[in-house]
């Protein structure tokens, strides 16, 4: 027996218990051998992190946006009732479905349960892969499809709008009426119901909008540029926000601020519906192509935004000499690990804080080269 059919074995008798059938099991792990390419992809590491300007260029791209307008056309009677049931905007779904699979083309085609497993075996984030695989267990035992069938992406994601399998438990819905809860089908009806099944349930706002850019006040406080600060429109206003464009959000309503860029780059009023697009990928460009992109579909013109564009983005490698420095002159004490998020976010902000320069927390190149000076002197 190999190590994998050993960790196999064990697995078996977990998901047993869990209340997974044995002839489920028997179908579902039939073919299924370690998976290389799955690894590979997964090791792949990029070396540089793409800065947001070239994502969304190329996220929001002109075919892209021609395409979200035709499967508007195309799919407007399946799509409009399914934002009069849901009540998300058909301009996002669409969006999601663009982004997700570029409307249906890209669906991936990697045996789910062998990828699934592969990656819990591998064990970087063994809990993770785990509790999805025993959930596309749980999706094969259901009947909505057979195990042979569940194909996706390399790291599991399925169908139209690349739902994970826990993702599709929770929220999957039969919006054609067949009986099953089919996302893998051609026909994308029900995969576009369940991605706003999924942000109906997240607390998207039919009508609410999603924000846009503003501009700010000279001397605006760039602490105030966290996700979690939320104030009223109203308040925003008084604090010396303005908007480019109609930003949609009415003055009552919460939002907060965003400058992905820091402040050299643009920044942007956004919406609890925002914030829902962020609970289906938890990345801000991605939540900012699936807004824009929404938006254009809607028949909006493409708008300049005027980002940093000669900012060089840091690599992995820079992002934790960063943070070692940043542990180094007192300005956090947790760990690098080479990735952004919060924490980084607010050591920086502490060290701009204290150093009197704006304090919107982003790590560009220039904060790095300060801080190597500092560092050694
Ligand atoms: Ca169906």
Redesign the pocket.
């Known amino acids: 027996m190999t190590v994998f059919a050993i960790w196999i074995a064990e697995f078996r008798e977990k998901a047993l218990q869990s209340g997974i059938s044995g002839v489920v099991l028997d179908q579902a792990f039939a073919e299924v051998s370690l998976n290389a390419t799955v690894l590979e992809k997964d090791r792949n590491q990029p070396e540089h992190v793409t800065p947001i300007w070239d994502y969304l260029d190329r996220a929001v791209s002109k075919p892209r946006v021609d395409g979200a307008r035709q499967a508007l056309r195309d799919n407007l009677d399946l799509i409009s009732s399914i934002e009069a049931k849901f009540g998300v905007e058909k301009e996002f779904l669409v969006a999601i479905w663009g982004l997700e699979s570029n409307f249906g083309a890209l669906r991936g085609n990697y045996p789910v349960i062998e990828a699934l497993a592969t990656l819990a075996y591998d064990g970087r984030r063994r809990a993770l892969f785990e509790g999805q695989l025993l959930a596309a267990l749980r999706i094969v035992q259901s009947g909505d499809i057979a195990a042979e069938n569940l194909v996706g992406s390399w790291a599991g994601a399925m169908g139209h709008t690349q739902f994970m399998p826990t993702s599709y438990l929770d929220h999957a819905v039969?919006?054609?009426?067949?009986?099953?809860?089919?996302i893998w089908a051609d026909d994308p009806?029900?995969a576009l119901a369940s991605t706003a099944a999924y942000l109906a349930a997240k607390g998207w706002t039919h009508g609410l909008g999603w924000g846009g850019e503003v501009m700010l006040a000279k001397g605006f406080d760039y602490a105030l540029a966290n996700d979690i600060i939320a104030k009223t429109t109203k308040d925003w206003r008084r604090a010396g926000v303005t908007a480019v464009r109609s930003s949609e959000i009415p003055m009552d309503k919460l939002a907060t601020l965003i400058a992905p860029a820091g402040a050299r780059g643009p920044a942007f009023l956004v919406s609890q519906n925002f914030q829902t697009v962020l609970r289906y990928n938890n990345a801000q460009p991605y939540a900012l192509a699936v807004c824009s992109l929404a938006d254009r579909a809607a028949g909006d013109d493409a708008t300049d935004i005027d980002w940093p564009r000669t900012d060089k983005a840091l690599s992995p490698a820079q992002i934790k000499e960063l943070q070692e420095i940043l542990v180094r002159l007192n300005y956090t004490s947790d760990a690098a690990d080479g990735m952004l998020g919060p924490q980084t976010s607010a050591a920086i902000r502490a060290y701009q804080k204290a150093s009197g320069r704006p304090a919107d927390g982003y790590a560009s190149f220039e904060l790095l080269q300060k801080l190597r000076g500092l560092d050694a002197g």
């Open positions: 039969d919006f054609d009426g067949d009986g099953r809860r089919d009806a029900d």
